[in-house]
């Protein structure tokens, strides 16, 4: 079994840059690639960003790009999301989550290509 922890969100102003990590535990954790959703209230949780484990590759959602980064650290077994320039309309519960089977680049956009999901985590960006 595989377990997500992501780090505490929290209340962050217009134009703030934080950033979220997951760290991912259990045994023989070996993703074939690790990304963040979120879910507005009302909303459908949609792709925030993916990156392949091995080639470090990403895949943005449209609205995040050019201001999210995704990254990861292999040996820590933790992703990264540095966020900046935020907006009101980035207030979300982000989620991490890890999948196990081989995606294309592209799939990491859809829910189901993971299969492990971390609890979420609040981020809520003042105006």
């Known amino acids: 079994q595989v377990q997500l922890a992501e780090s505490r969100g929290g209340l962050v102003q217009t134009g703030g840059s934080p950033r979220l990590s997951c760290e991912a535990s259990g045994r023989a954790f070996s993703p074939y690639h690790m990304g963040w959703f979120r879910q507005a209230p009302g909303k459908e949780r949609e792709v925030v960003a993916g990156?392949?484990?091995?080639?470090?590759?990403?895949y943005y959602g449209d609205s995040v790009k050019d201001r999210f980064t995704i990254s990861r650290d292999n040996a820590r077994n933790t992703v990264y999301l540095q966020m900046n320039s935020l907006k009101p309309e980035d207030t979300a519960v982000y989620y991490c989550?890890?999948?196990?089977?081989?995606?294309?680049?592209?799939?990491?956009?859809?829910?189901?290509?993971?299969?492990?999901w971390g609890q979420g985590t609040q981020v809520t960006v003042s105006s």
């Open positions: 990156i392949d484990w091995s080639s470090g590759r990403s």
């Open positions: 989550a890890a999948g196990i089977t081989p995606r294309r680049i592209v799939d990491m956009g859809r829910r189901n290509a993971y299969d492990f």
